[in-house]
């Protein structure tokens, strides 16, 4: 398993982080198989989403904020219920299939970490099986 440190700037962000998964597929010299890419923290997620065109990661945060979280009242007294409930739509892992010591994600895929409560120091988790 592999641990890759993320140093958020910004209260919400989507952080490319797919080099860092593929250098950890890479490393663990697995030809065949599955990489689990997991977050362990309850106010952040991971998605597979395009990386051809920088604007996607603004529009998901645009669309998150769109559903109004922000505006609601919550039980929780912490203060960051919009985040939990963004992490849980978005959810904390996201699977990838190994071929050839490869990921196999589309021609215009990339893995994203997704900060909702920053900025803070996080941690993902590659597991190579």
């Known amino acids: 398993m592999k641990k ?12 490319d982080v797919t080099r860092e998964v593929l250098r950890a597929v890479y490393e663990s010299k697995i030809e065949n198989g599955i990489c689990c890419i997991y977050t362990p923290h309850t ?7 395009e ?8 529009d998901i945060l645009k669309g998150l904020l769109h559903l109004g979280f922000e505006k609601m009242r919550f039980d929780h007294t912490e203060g960051n219920s919009p985040a939990h409930l963004k992490s849980s739509i978005i959810g904390c892992s996201e699977n990838v299939i190994i071929e050839n010591n490869e990921l196999c994600l589309g021609t215009w895929q990339g893995i994203y970490f997704c900060e909702f409560d920053g900025p803070r120091n996080r941690n993902i988790y590659v597991k190579v099986i």
Do not use: F, L, Q, W
């Not at 890759?4 to 952080?15: A, F, R």
């Not at 106010?43 to 989403?49: D, R, V, Y």
């Open 43 to 49: 106010t952040a997620a991971i998605t597979i989403n």
């Open 51 to 58: 990386n051809a065109d920088p604007d996607v990661k603004s």
């Open 4 to 15: 890759i440190s993320v140093k958020t700037g910004y209260k919400e962000e989507v952080i």
